[in-house]
């Protein structure tokens, strides 16, 4: 299996293909890293190249597990009440789906996903160590260049439309993702004038977000990698308290995430940029397997959580099922 990289960055009017540099000296870092270490973290010296690869996806495994409506519920609901028990502030659950398929499309959908969400990371990689993996995350974890950091707070959802519907709940879910962020960035060393600009929606697709922008300026002191490792996995995609949220999602998430939830993102000598890896898929040769999930709180209602699911499901089972391929 070819390594390759296809790569269209948010608001990009092309994408840039990537592959290992070999002999050569990359001028390109890229990390793929998954949200827990069940999974390896890849990092890949890689250079730009005008060729387009071909994506050769492999047999699937059959290995991730499908959950009903009524089992994904029944977890909300036991998440829901251990966190009123314990006082945490959320934990966030996910769930996989498969789908069978005629065949497997990727480069299609790879361009039919730039189309459809221009403002989101689209990328599609492929690596004998993990297979094919594309997605359209709407979500930066953190972005450099010339002294200036940015980042975002994203959390709470509702299709588009709804917006006015957006109650406490959601605000303080996403609060919580905004205090951690902001607060490891006020720590960090060599950051300074760190900024909350005020809070927005973010249209992702048919899906509205709350969102916080964070700024702040860096210095050469700022160690990029320690700064991963401090944010990586933030309440958006985990919980907080941050061990205890993981060390439940461990214990009753019957799938396992692999790099669902985790982030990747490119760096050159001179700025980095990395996306949260949400609103992505497994790509097999007759399937796939996506992923989608929610912050749960003490509050929070298990049907509406299916249907959140079910909505961000539909970011790229669209492209998918718009191709003709599944079955």
Not at 93 to 102: D, P
Not at 182 to 187: A, E, H, P, V, Y
Not at 245 to 260: C, G, Q, V
């Amino acid at each position: 299996m070819e390594t390759v990289l296809y790569f269209s960055a948010p608001g990009a009017s092309d994408f840039k293909i990537f592959q290992p540099s070999g002999n050569d000296v990359g001028n390109v870092l890229f990390d793929m890293v998954p949200f827990m270490k069940e999974s390896r973290s890849l990092r890949l010296s890689l250079k730009e190249t005008q060729s387009e690869p071909l994506i050769n996806p492999a047999e699937a495994t059959g290995k991730q597990g499908n959950y009903t409506r009524k089992e994904y519920e029944q977890l909300i609901e036991k998440t829901r009440q251990h966190i009123a028990v314990e006082g945490w502030g959320k934990v966030v659950i996910s769930r996989s789906q498969s789908f069978k398929l005629k065949e497997s499309r990727p480069l299609e959908w790879f361009h039919a996903l730039r189309q459809r969400y221009p403002n989101a990371c689209v990328y599609l990689f492929q690596h004998p160590e993990c297979g094919v993996w594309m997605g359209a995350t709407p979500e930066l974890l953190i972005s450099g260049q010339a002294g200036e950091l940015q980042s975002m707070s994203l959390a709470g959802t509702r299709r588009k439309g709804q917006e006015h519907t957006f109650e406490p709940k959601e605000e303080e879910e996403q609060a919580i993702v905004t205090r951690y962020v902001s607060g490891i960035l006020k720590d960090q060393k060599g950051v300074s004038e760190v900024q909350i600009h005020e809070r927005d929606q973010l249209v992702a697709g048919e899906l509205v977000h709350f969102v916080n922008r964070i700024t702040a300026r860096y210095s050469g002191e700022l160690e990029v990698d320690d700064l991963l490792k401090e944010l990586h996995p933030t309440p958006a995609v985990g919980g907080f308290p941050k061990q205890a949220a993981l060390d439940f999602i461990s214990r009753n998430e019957k799938h396992d995430r692999s790099y669902y939830s985790g982030y990747l993102g490119l760096r050159t000598p001179d700025a980095f940029a990395y996306y949260v890896n949400l609103r992505c898929m497994q790509v097999y040769k007759d399937e796939v397997v996506l992923y989608a999930g929610g912050g749960i709180l003490a509050d929070s209602d298990p049907t509406d959580e299916w249907e959140e699911t079910e909505a961000k499901l539909q970011t790229l089972l669209r492209v998918i099922q718009s191709n003709d391929s599944h079955e």
